[in-house]
C-alpha cells in the first residue's frame, strides 16, 4: 500500500498543483523545518562531526538575521541573494576543510558550481537550490543506512523521487482543476503567481511550466513526508546528547504543533507574509544541511570528515 502513496500524491498535485502546494507548506512547513533541525542536531553534531556544524550555524543564523531584517522593511528582499549565493559557496568549500578523499572534492565541485551558477544567474541559482532541496531526503537515508536496509530504501527512493515525477512529467499538462481549498488560504492568489518558486524567471510562460511546477509541489509533499515520518525513527534514543535537549515523541509531537498553529493560522490570513516569515525558519535548515551532508559523509568506503581515531564518525 506504500508504493501507491506517491501514486496518489502525484495525482493530486498534477490536478490540484496550487493548493497542494499551498496547503502542504502551511501545514507542514515548519513542522518539518524543526523536524530536520532535530535530526541533523541528533544525527551529526554529537562527536567531531560538530566542528563544520558549528561553524555553519553562525553563518546561517547570519542569514536568517538578513531575512529577519528584510521581512520587517528595513531592506530589499532580493539584495540578500548574493550573500545567500555567498553563504551556501562558503558552507561548500568551508566544509571542505574538514574532509578529506571523495568528500573534499565534492564539496568543493559544489562550492565551485554554485559560484559558476550565480555568475551566470543568481536567480535561477537560487530556484535550482529550492526544487532540489525537495531530494535531500534520499541523501539523508543513504548516509544512515546501511547494506540491505540501505537497498531496500534506495529503491523506494527511486520510486518516489525519480520514477513518479518522470512519469508525471509525460503527462501533456497539468490539469488545473478549480478547488475551494485555496479559499482559506487568504491572499494565495492564481498558479501563476507562484510558479516562480521553483520555476527560474524567464521560463514560467513556458508551455511545461505549469506542470513542472506540479512535478515540484509532489517532492514537497514527499519531502515533508521523509523528514516528519521517516528520519525521526532512524535516530536511536541511545545516540549521544546534542545541542539541544529534545523532547520524547509524545510531548514532540505536542510542542511542534502548538509551535507550528499561530504560523498556520497566518498562512490562512495572508499567504504572502507568512510565506516571507516562514523564510526565515527555512533558511536555517536548507543551509545547515551544506555542511551535514557533505562534511559529516560516510558512504561507499569514503573516508569523511578528518578525525581522531577517538572520535570517528559512528
Known amino acids: 500500500m506504500i508504493w501507491l502513496l506517491p501514486l ?15 496547503a502542504s507548506l502551511a501545514l507542514f512547513g515548519l513542522p518539518h523545518v524543526l523536524a530536520e533541525l532535530r ?4 544525527r551529526f553534531v554529537p562527536g567531531s562531526r560538530s566542528r563544520p556544524l558549528f561553524l555553519a550555524l553562525g553563518l546561517v543564523l547570519v542569514l536568517a538575521g538578513l531575512r529577519g531584517w528584510s521581512l520587517l522593511g528595513l531592506g530589499r528582499t532580493g539584495a540578500i541573494a548574493p550573500y545567500e549565493i555567498a553563504l551556501i559557496a562558503l558552507l561548500s568549500l568551508g566544509t571542505a576543510l574538514f574532509t578529506k578523499g571523495t568528500p573534499r572534492l565534492i564539496c568543493v565541485a559544489v562550492g565551485m558550481g554554485v559560484l559558476f551558477g550565480a555568475s551566470l544567474n543568481i536567480a535561477a541559482t537560487l530556484v535550482v537550490i529550492a526544487f532540489l532541496h525537495n531530494l535531500t531526503p534520499v541523501l539523508f537515508l543513504a548516509e544512515r543506512l546501511e547494506g540491505a536496509a540501505r537497498t531496500r530504501a534506495m529503491r523506494a527512493a527511486a520510486w518516489a523521487f525519480l520514477v513518479i515525477p518522470l512519469l508525471m512529467a509525460g503527462v501533456a499538462s497539468a490539469v488545473t482543476i478549480e478547488s475551494t481549498l485555496v ?4 491572499g494565495v492568489g492564481d ?9 527560474p524567471p524567464g521560463l514560467v510562460d513556458r508551455d511545461w511550466a505549469v506542470t513542472f511546477f506540479a512535478i515540484a509541489a509532489y517532492l514537497q509533499v ?6 516528519l515520518h521517516v ?14 535537549p529534545w523532547p520524547c515523541r509524545g510531548r514532540r509531537i505536542l510542542l511542534l504543533g502548538l509551535a507550528s498553529a499561530p504560523l498556520t493560522v497566518a498562512f490562512c490570513l495572508d499567504f504572502a507574509s507568512a510565506r516571507a516569515t516562514y523564510a526565515v525558519f527555512a533558511a536555517v535548515h536548507v543551509w545547515i544541511e551544506v555542511p551535514a551532508l557533505l562534511g559529516a559523509w560516510k558512504s561507499l568506503g569514503s573516508p569523511g570528515l578528518v578525525t581522531s581515531a577517538a572520535g ?3
Do not use: C, N, T, W
Not at 498558479?191 to 520555476?199: E, V
Not at 528520519?231 to 539541544?244: D, H, M, N, R
Open 312 to 314: 570517528a564518525p559512528s
Open 231 to 244: 528520519l525521526p525513527k532512524l535516530v536511536p534514543s541511545e545516540e549521544p546528547q546534542a545541542l539541544v
Open 183 to 186: 479559499i482559506v488560504l487568504g
Open 222 to 227: 514527499m519531502h515533508y513526508a521523509v523528514v
Open 39 to 42: 535530526y541533523v542536531d541528533l
Open 191 to 199: 498558479l501563476r503567481a507562484h510558479l516562480g518558486s521553483y520555476i
Open 8 to 22: 496518489f500524491a502525484s495525482v493530486a498535485a498534477l490536478a490540484f498543483p496550487l493548493p497542494v502546494y499551498a
